[in-house]
């Protein structure tokens, strides 16, 4: 049975800069705008002489930025916020193997940094960039993927692992873990995209809702119960923001995955990530409300085969130890 | 002892070299020296391009040019000298170098850490690392010839940033193929010191002297660099 009219778009998008960040579904909503001709915003580029199968190694052209996977919302008003100079999280490093990693974006590098100076090179390289994305974008694309997240006691800091998974080392006296709700999440976005709009007045938001399960939670929870909370949770605040501002759109890639009519039919056989065809039907439905530019022609990308989604989904499943 | 020595464009220098001293009459301090030529293709896929997914391909065939010469893989008194890796020109020739910082100590520019680095390097001598792994595999006994250092003079011409940004770049990429030289127990003939300039590239004097040649070496560098290698090998024989 084909399911039509999935989606309508609220505005156009086809000829507008388009910036991406998210979890690790939104890999394939930016993977598909550039393929597509589409004006992808990438601020930061690989060197020039890093071969291209490297590039996804470390954290090149996955998104707008470096950022890596930001799963909450909190994460991603603070990533703002920090760019901007408007939050300092009193942890700026993670030891690892003898170097340091970034709690923020831990393992954007295969290996650990070599010291403090390295990591902080990198680190404020990388925020001038997420700066560019809110000057220069016109839509800015946001999978929300979790509600579940570990925060520092101290300052607020929300991680995208649990500290100790790829660097550091659990504390409970340091961290706690928190499954965000309804109302926080919606007051995070709400104050994310008033922040943006300081800077940038015609920026618009397209939210969409990961159709990827959770591996694993770190509530006392069955984790399919937990799956189903936090993206309702989620669809919900997604919905909500769509209704209330007009520059707000909401696109269904959650419901066109796990709908009952497909039966799981998109689904790898491991029940949780999404197939290709899966992703390709998704981003189809997508082109039909905003089809690529005409005179654009089809960029390469890497073949599907060797296109890793970098999901630290996995690393997840530490959570639930550590609950 | 025999060595059979191989690789890359820089091979040609030593070759010339090798024929000057045989028009001298020297007796190569009694060790025999073959060079193998590589056709083209063959050339281009296995120096030059790194990642080529036809490189089995073509180290099978090396392998087997290689057997052609009678090369007993097994046999104590065969070596294979490779030049090639350590050439680290694809990278410090990129016009666009004098935008990244390879040094903490480097503030201007983008920051390449030091993960970063070691993949560029290790990618761009992915080739060459994998064929000796493949000759050691087979039982041949390898040794590495070093490449030329750069030629600064040269790449001023070329508006390339030597001191800043070549000399730091070129010196961290040798550094790291030694590390896995090392690693694979394959000894390494360096580069004559007096060859090298106080800036860290080069001697001009030892430039092959055509105008639009940036890397290549004269015969008389070939000279220097055979009767180095002449020398570690009658030192290991007069050691075994």
């Known amino acids: 049975m084909e399911i039509t009219d999935w989606y309508i778009g609220k505005y156009k998008i086809t000829n507008k800069v388009i910036a991406t960040a998210g979890s690790c579904f939104a890999q394939h909503i930016g993977r598909h705008l550039y393929k597509n001709g589409f004006r992808y915003l990438d601020t930061e580029p690989p060197p020039s002489f890093m071969k291209r199968e490297r590039h996804n190694d470390f954290g090149y052209g996955i998104y707008s930025a470096r950022y890596g996977n930001i799963y909450t919302a909190k994460q991603l008003l603070q990533l703002f916020d920090r760019a901007h100079g408007e939050y300092v999280p009193e942890e700026l490093y993670w030891e690892k193997d003898g170097g340091y990693v970034d709690p923020f974006r831990p393992t954007i590098e295969p290996k650990p940094f070599v010291d403090k100076d390295e990591l902080d090179a990198q680190r404020n390289y990388h925020l001038s960039f997420v700066r560019e994305i809110f000057t220069k974008a016109h839509i800015f694309v946001f999978t929300l993927g979790l509600t579940e997240g570990w925060v520092n006691k101290n300052d607020g800091a929300v991680y995208p692992v649990a500290p100790g998974v790829s660097g550091g080392s659990y504390d409970p006296k340091k961290y706690f873990f928190k499954n965000f709700r309804f109302n926080e999440i919606q007051a995070d976005l709400i104050k994310f995209m008033e922040k943006v709009k300081t800077i940038n007045p015609a920026m618009r938001f397209l939210f969409t809702v990961s159709p990827v399960p959770l591996m694993a939670t770190a509530t006392n929870q069955n984790v399919i119960v937990a799956t189903s909370y936090s993206k309702s949770v989620l669809r919900a605040v997604a919905g909500t923001l769509a209704e209330r501002y007009k520059f707000v759109d909401y696109f269904p890639s959650y419901e066109i995955i796990t709908t009952h009519v497909n039966q799981g039919m998109f689904y790898n056989p491991d029940k949780r990530t999404i197939a290709d065809y899966g992703v390709e039907h998704v981003m189809s439905q997508f082109f039909k409300a905003h089809p690529p530019p005409r005179r654009a022609k089809k960029r390469p990308v890497e073949e599907d085969d060797a296109f890793d989604v970098q999901c630290d989904e996995e690393l997840l499943e530490a959570f639930g130890e550590k609950a | ?240």
């Open chain 2, 1 to 240: 002892m025999k060595l059979f020595i191989t690789g890359d464009s820089h091979i040609a220098a030593i070759k010339r070299g090798y024929h000057i001293l045989k028009g001298q009459n020297d007796s190569f301090g009694g060790l025999e020296i073959v060079f193998m030529r590589t056709d083209s293709e063959m050339r281009k896929s296995m120096y030059i391009d790194a990642l080529t997914p036809k490189l089995p391909k073509y180290i099978s065939l090396y392998l087997r040019e290689l057997r052609k010469l009678k090369l007993e893989f097994h046999n104590p008194d065969m070596w294979v000298g490779l030049s090639g890796p350590m050439m680290d020109s694809f990278v410090t020739r990129r016009p666009d170098l004098d935008k990244y910082a390879f040094s903490d100590a480097d503030t201007e520019g983008i920051p390449v850490s030091k993960a970063m680095r070691e993949a560029i390097v290790l990618d761009d001598q992915h080739h060459h690392l994998e064929l000796i792994r493949e000759l050691k595999k087979a039982g041949a006994k390898v040794f590495v010839i070093e490449a030329p250092l750069p030629f600064l003079e040269l790449y001023e011409k070329l508006n390339l940033p030597p001191e800043k940004k070549v000399v730091p770049f070129s010196q961290l990429y040798r550094q790291r193929v030694k590390q896995a030289l090392a690693e694979m127990d394959v000894p390494l003939i360096e580069i004559p010191e007096h060859c090298v300039n106080d800036r860290g590239g080069m001697k001009i004097e030892y430039h092959v002297g055509k105008e639009d040649d940036f890397h290549h070496c004269s015969p008389e560098y070939g000279v220097l660099m055979l009767k180095k290698i002449i020398d570690h090998f009658t030192k290991v024989t007069s050691t075994a």
